[in-house]
């Protein structure tokens, strides 16, 4: 059934290699099962564009998420269907980046303080349109642009890694967004969900850190390593496709039924 409602997701934490493209992927791909999705890809890596399309090198500069900061492009036109409508899908879209853009970083650096109302303007175009959900791909920093984009957002799904630096960085990153509230007037909730990713119970460190957080007040959702996840990238398939029986589906699928 499709949802009503409008929310803007970030899945996010300020430290990279954690998996925020491949699991923004995942829930990106069973959100649409409840309404239409788009995804902004606002890294400058480019990795959830060159995910869904391979060939996004070639993809004009006049469409990608930078033309549409720089109202270039009007986000309708900007705009790439990364899977077909069915049934019992509503529509899965991507506003893309080109991998590695340095044009992206530049303006992330300079151009984009003069008009931080862009993302505003991106995510009321995204409800004109009809979506029900954006999400966004971020970098792994937490300068202006990421807290701007984060500041506009309903949710942010923190993930980690069940390590001793990254709940560290957890705790910094819960204290970073009760200041985004009271600095930008934003109305993010609380955090209720936890992402742990790349979890190793064989390790004693994983294990003891996944037993704690568990017993905190987080919902969370454990994505255990899988050389399936590095398997659906190489295919350039969410995990959904390219191994639908595979445990972490299910627990992709409790999630977004959660945030749905």
């Not at 996010?12 to 999705?37: D, H, N, P, R, W």
């Not at 900061?69 to 899908?89: M, Q």
């Not at 879209?93 to 003069?114: A, I, P, V």
Request: glycine share 4%; hydrophobic share 35%.
């Amino acid at each position: 059934m499709k949802n009503n409602e409008f929310k803007t997701i970030c899945v996010f934490m300020q430290k990279g290699g954690v998996g925020k493209t491949t699991l923004t992927t995942m829930i990106s791909y069973e959100l649409a099962k409840f309404g239409k999705v788009l995804v902004v890809d606002a890294d400058q890596q480019g990795n959830f564009t060159y995910l869904y399309d391979p060939e996004s090198e070639k993809v004009s500069s006049k469409k990608c998420f930078l033309s549409v900061l720089k109202e270039e492009t009007s986000l309708a036109d900007g705009l790439i269907e990364c899977r077909p409508e069915s049934e019992n899908f509503f529509g899965l879209y991507m506003l893309g980046t080109k991998k590695n853009d340095n044009d992206l970083r530049s303006y992330m650096e300079s151009g984009f303080r003069d008009d931080p109302q862009a993302i505003r303007t991106i995510i009321r175009d995204a409800r004109d349109l009809n979506f029900n959900y954006v999400l966004f791909d971020l970098p792994p920093s937490f300068g202006f642009y990421e807290k701007i984009i984060l500041s506009n957002a309903n949710n942010i799904l923190p993930i980690i890694e069940p390590e001793d630096f990254a709940v560290e960085s957890l705790t910094n990153f819960n204290s970073q967004i009760k200041k985004l509230n009271v600095q930008y007037d934003a109305k993010i909730t609380p955090c209720k969900y936890l992402i742990i990713n790349k979890g190793n119970n064989q390790k004693q460190v994983h294990k003891y850190w996944t037993d704690t957080l568990r017993d905190s007040s987080y919902e969370v959702f454990e994505f255990h390593d899988s050389r399936a996840v590095s398997g659906s990238i190489s295919y350039h398939l969410p995990m959904q496709e390219y191994q639908p029986g595979n445990p972490l589906c299910k627990t992709v699928a409790a999630l977004a039924e959660k945030i749905k």
